[in-house]
C-alpha cells in the first residue's frame, strides 16, 4: 500500500469516527463497563483491620452470618486423617516373575550339560556318554566362565564357591524346584518392607490393594501375618527344614542363601494414594460454622481487635463479597448509564461547542475522564483501607484531598469552554467520589475544586497563567480542607494541617499537569486554544512572512479582514482573538497563484483574460482548498482549517458566471460549477471572517466612498449574504448581523475617512478669508476595475 493509499485509508476511518452514531454508542458501553468493572470499588464491607490495632467506628453485623470454628474444622479434618486406613500395594506376580528368574538363571549352565549340541558336531567332548552310559560332565573350568552371566541372570551374588556346589551337584532341577517352591511360599504369605510402620496401623487395619490386570482391595486388619524383612531369613530356613530334607548341609545353607537374596517385599506402603483419599475425604467434610445474628456487635469502637474479633470482621468482609458483588456491580452500571445519559442528552448533545465536530469532541471528553478516573482508582487502593503505609499517614479519609481531578475540568475549559467544563466536572465528580464509596465530602470538593479551576483558566493566553492558576487553586483548594475538615469534627490541628497539605498540593499539581497536558491534546485532536492562537496572531509566523514577500495584497487586505473581523467579533461577545487568526490565515491558499488575484497585480495584467471563466473559477475555488492544504503542513489547527474552508461558504462567483452566462448562455452553464464547495460557516467566527472579507473586498471599489455611501454598501452586502443562505447554519442572529454591520462601518469609515488638501506654501494674506469646503479626495483604486471585479476574486 503506498503513501496515498494509506492516507486515504486514515482519513476515511476519521471520517467514520467523526461522522458515526455508532461511535457514540461504542464509547458510551466501553466507559459503563470500564467503569463498572476496573473503576467501580468493593462496595462490601472490607474491614482492612490487622491484629492489635485499635477500631475506629462501631462495627456491628448488618445481616445474620456463619462463621467458620477454624480449630474444630481442623479438629475434625484430623480425625478424618487419623481414622482413614493407610493404602498397601500387593503384588501377587512377584512370585511367578522370581521363579521365572531362576529357571532362566540356572538354564544357563545347563547348556554345558546338554549332549544333543554334542552328538550333532560328532565329538564326544565332556558330557558325553561313557560305555556305561553314564554322562561325561564338563569340566570346573569350563562352567565357571559361565559365573558372571549366571549371576547377572539371577540378580544376586553366589561366589566361585557356592557356584562350585551347584556344579557338584549338576545344577540340577531339583536345587530350582526348592529354591522356586521356598519364594513362593514365603511371598504368598506376603513381607512387608517396614512392619513396624504397619504394626502402627493395628487398630484400624489396612487396605491391601492387589496390582496387575485386575486389580482388587479387601481390608486387613490382622497385620502380624505378614513377614518382615528381618523374619524372612528365619522363616526361610523354616520352610528349608520340609522341603530339603535330605541335602547335603552345604547345598542347603546354599539354597537358604539364593532364596533369601531372592526374596524382596511385596506389599509396600502407597503414600500418593493414601494421601488422596484422604483428601478427597476431608474436602467433603464440611466446616464447622456458628452463626453471628444481625446487630450483634462485632467490634467497638476504641476496642483492640483480636483474634476472635479479626475472625469475624474477615468472615463478615468474605460473606458479604459473595452475596453482593453481582448486584453491586448491576446497580453501579445502571447508576452509571443514566449519569452518563441524563448528562449528555440534556445538557452537552445540542450545546453549541460540541455541535461542531460532535464525535470528536465526545472522543475528547471520554479520554479525558477515563484518564481522570484511572489516576484516581490508581491512587485509591480501597475506600475502606485505613492504613496505606504512605508520607504523612495519609488515609483514604484524606487521601481523596491529594488527587489532581481538577486539571480535567482545567483541560477541558481550554478547548471546549468553561460551560462543557462544569458538565464535564458534574460527571468526574459522581465517579470520582464512587470510587471513595460515595462520601459527600468527596463529591463537594472534587466539584468545587474543578470547577474554580476551569473558571480561571478558561481565558488563558499564557503558559505562566498554569501556574499561577495552580497556586490560586491551592489556596482555595485549602480553604475547602478546611471547611470539609470542620465539618468532619476533624479539628485537630496536625490532621486539619496535613489536610491543607495534600489540598494545596493537588491545586499546584493540577496546573502542572494541564500546562503538560495541553500541547498533547492540541497534536491529538487538532485542537488550538488562546495560547495557540496568540502564538499565531505573531505576523512573523511563517505563513505570515510568506504571504507578504509572494502576494503583498493579499497580506494587505488580510491584516484590514482581521482588524475589521476582531471588531465586529467583540461586538457580539465571540472570541476576538480566535476570529483575528482566522481572518489572518483565511486567503492563505493564494500562495498557490497569487498572480491570478487582482490584490496582487502590480503589472496591471490580468491573468484572467486570458482563460475561460469556468477555469478562472476553477483557480479561486482552488485557493480554498490549497488553504485548507497549507494549514495541515503548517499545523494551524482544525479551526484556523474551518475557517479557510469555510470563509465563502457555497457562494456565487458571480462576475465569472456572468461572464460564462453571457458567452455560452444561461443553459449551457451550471450555477453548481461556479459555486464555492463549502462548507457553509458552521461558527460565529467563521461566518465575521466571511463577512468581512467580502466586504472589505467590495469597498475597495467604491467610488466616493462617503459615510452613507459606505453604510449603505455595507448593509447591502451583508443582506445579499443572508439572503443567500449562506449564514444559516451558524448562531448569528439579526441582532448580531447588525452590530456587525456598525462595527464595520466605524472602522471602514474612518479608513476611507476625507482628507484636507493642504497646499505647500500658506499664504498668509488668505488667512482672513473664509475657508473653502475642500474637495472630495477619491482614494485610489487598487484593482483593474471599479465595477464589480474586486468582489468577485477576492
Request: charged share 25%; net charge neutral; glycine share 4%.
Amino acid at each position: 500500500m503506498n503513501k496515498n493509499e494509506t492516507d486515504k485509508t486514515i482519513q476515511n476511518i476519521k471520517s467514520l469516527v467523526k461522522t458515526q452514531p455508532f461511535v457514540l454508542w461504542g464509547i458510551l458501553i466501553f466507559i459503563i463497563l470500564f467503569s463498572t468493572f476496573v473503576l467501580y470499588p468493593d462496595r462490601t464491607a472490607n474491614y482492612h483491620y490487622k491484629l492489635g490495632d485499635i477500631a475506629e467506628r462501631d462495627i456491628k453485623a448488618p445481616r445474620d452470618f456463619f462463621i467458620e470454628d477454624a480449630a474444630a474444622t481442623l479438629q475434625n479434618r484430623q480425625q478424618v486423617a487419623d481414622s482413614f486406613q493407610s493404602i498397601y500395594d500387593y503384588d501377587p506376580n512377584m512370585s511367578s516373575q522370581l521363579s521365572d528368574r531362576v529357571e532362566q538363571a540356572f538354564a544357563i549352565p545347563r547348556r554345558l550339560f546338554s549332549t544333543d549340541r554334542e552328538q550333532k558336531e560328532g565329538q564326544a567332548p565332556a558330557g558325553a556318554e561313557s560305555e556305561k552310559g553314564e554322562s561325561l560332565k564338563p569340566t570346573i573350568e569350563m562352567v565357571m566362565v559361565t559365573l558372571e552371566e549366571f549371576e547377572n541372570a539371577l540378580g544376586i551374588t553366589v561366589g566361585e564357591r557356592g557356584y562350585s556346589t551347584l556344579y557338584k551337584y549338576n545344577f540340577s532341577n531339583e536345587i530350582t524346584d526348592s529354591i522356586k517352591s521356598i519364594i513362593s511360599k514365603i511371598l504368598k504369605n506376603g513381607v512387608v518392607a517396614n512392619k513396624e510402620l504397619l504394626l502402627k496401623e493395628e487398630k484400624k487395619g489396612i487396605i491391601l490393594r492387589s496390582i496387575g490386570t485386575i486389580s482388587t482391595e479387601r481390608l486387613v486388619e490382622n497385620l502380624r501375618v505378614f513377614y518382615g524383612p528381618d523374619e524372612v531369613r528365619s522363616y526361610v530356613i523354616a520352610a528349608s527344614e520340609e522341603l530339603v530334607k535330605n541335602s547335603n548341609k552345604t547345598l542347603k545353607a546354599l539354597i537358604i542363601d539364593i532364596s533369601h537374596q531372592l526374596i524382596l517385599p511385596n506389599i509396600t506402603m502407597n503414600r500418593s494414594e493414601t494421601e488422596k483419599r484422604i483428601l478427597e475425604a476431608q474436602s467433603e467434610l464440611k466446616p464447622v460454622l456458628y452463626q453471628i445474628k444481625q446487630g450483634e456487635m462485632i467490634l467497638r469502637e476504641g476496642e483492640r481487635v483480636d483474634e476472635t474479633r479479626l475472625l469475624k470482621l474477615k468472615a463478615l468482609s468474605s460473606q458479604s463479597a459473595a452475596k453482593d458483588m453481582l448486584m453491586t456491580r448491576v446497580g453501579a452500571a445502571l447508576m452509571i448509564f443514566f449519569s452518563l445519559l441524563v448528562i449528555y442528552i440534556v445538557l452537552i448533545k445540542n450545546h453549541k461547542t460540541i455541535r461542531r465536530n460532535h464525535n470528536k469532541n465526545i472522543l475528547f471528553l471520554a479520554l479525558m475522564l477515563l484518564i481522570f478516573l484511572l489516576i484516581t482508582k490508581i491512587s485509591t487502593p480501597s475506600g475502606y483501607t485505613n492504613n496505606l503505609n504512605l508520607p504523612l499517614d495519609i488515609t483514604s479519609d484524606s487521601l481523596f484531598l491529594l488527587l489532581p481531578l481538577a486539571a480535567g475540568a482545567m483541560t477541558v475549559s481550554l478547548f471546549l469552554g468553561f460551560e462543557i467544563s462544569i458538565y464535564f466536572t458534574l460527571i468526574l465528580s459522581i465517579l470520582g467520589a464512587t470510587i471513595f464509596s460515595i462520601r459527600v465530602e468527596v463529591f463537594v470538593f472534587f466539584l468545587l475544586s474543578s470547577i474554580t479551576g476551569a473558571f480561571w483558566v478558561q481565558h488563558c493566553r499564557e503558559r505562566k497563567i498554569f501556574i499561577t492558576t495552580g497556586f490560586k487553586l491551592a489556596l482555595f483548594n485549602s480553604a475547602v480542607a478546611t471547611a470539609l475538615s470542620i465539618y468532619s469534627s476533624e479539628i485537630n490541628m496536625a490532621t486539619l494541617a496535613k489536610n491543607i497539605l495534600l489540598a494545596a498540593s493537588s491545586g499546584i499539581t493540577s496546573g502542572i499537569i494541564t500546562a503538560g497536558l495541553t500541547p498533547v491534546i492540541e497534536l491529538i485532536f487538532s485542537y488550538t486554544t488562546d495560547i495557540k492562537f496568540l502564538e499565531l496572531s505573531n505576523l512573523d509566523q511563517p505563513m505570515m512572512k510568506r504571504l507578504m514577500i509572494e502576494a503583498p495584497g493579499t497580506y494587505n487586505h488580510s491584516v484590514i479582514v482581521a482588524n475589521l473581523a476582531e471588531a465586529a467579533a467583540s461586538a457580539i461577545g465571540v472570541s476576538a482573538l480566535r476570529t483575528r487568526v482566522g481572518a489572518f490565515y483565511h486567503d492563505i491558499g493564494k500562495l498557490d497563484k497569487p498572480l491570478y488575484f487582482i490584490e496582487n497585480q502590480t503589472d496591471g495584467k490580468n491573468r484572467h483574460d486570458k482563460i475561460s471563466p469556468s477555469m478562472s473559477a476553477l483557480v479561486l475555488i482552488q485557493h480554498v482548498k490549497k488553504g485548507v492544504e497549507f494549514a495541515k503542513e503548517y499545523k494551524l489547527g482544525q479551526d484556523i482549517s474551518d475557517a479557510i474552508q469555510q470563509h465563502h461558504g457555497t457562494s456565487l462567483i458571480k462576475y465569472f458566471y456572468n461572464k460564462s452566462v453571457k458567452i455560452h448562455g444561461e443553459d449551457a452553464v451550471k450555477e453548481s460549477d461556479f459555486r464555492y464547495p463549502g462548507p457553509k460557516p458552521q461558527s460565529r467566527e467563521s461566518a465575521i471572517v466571511m463577512l468581512a472579507d467580502v466586504v472589505e473586498a467590495a469597498l475597495r471599489t467604491l467610488e466616493r466612498p462617503t459615510p452613507a455611501r459606505i453604510q449603505g454598501r455595507i448593509q447591502e452586502l451583508i443582506n445579499a449574504i443572508f439572503l443567500d443562505g449562506q449564514l444559516e447554519e451558524c448562531d448569528l442572529t439579526l441582532k448580531d448581523l447588525h452590530q456587525i454591520s456598525n462595527s464595520f462601518n466605524k472602522i471602514l469609515t474612518g479608513l476611507y475617512h476625507h482628507r484636507i488638501e493642504y497646499n505647500d506654501k500658506l499664504d498668509v494674506k488668505k488667512e482672513n478669508k473664509p475657508k473653502e469646503t475642500p474637495k472630495e479626495v477619491k482614494p485610489q483604486e487598487s484593482a483593474k476595475e471599479s465595477n464589480g471585479k474586486t468582489e468577485d476574486t477576492n
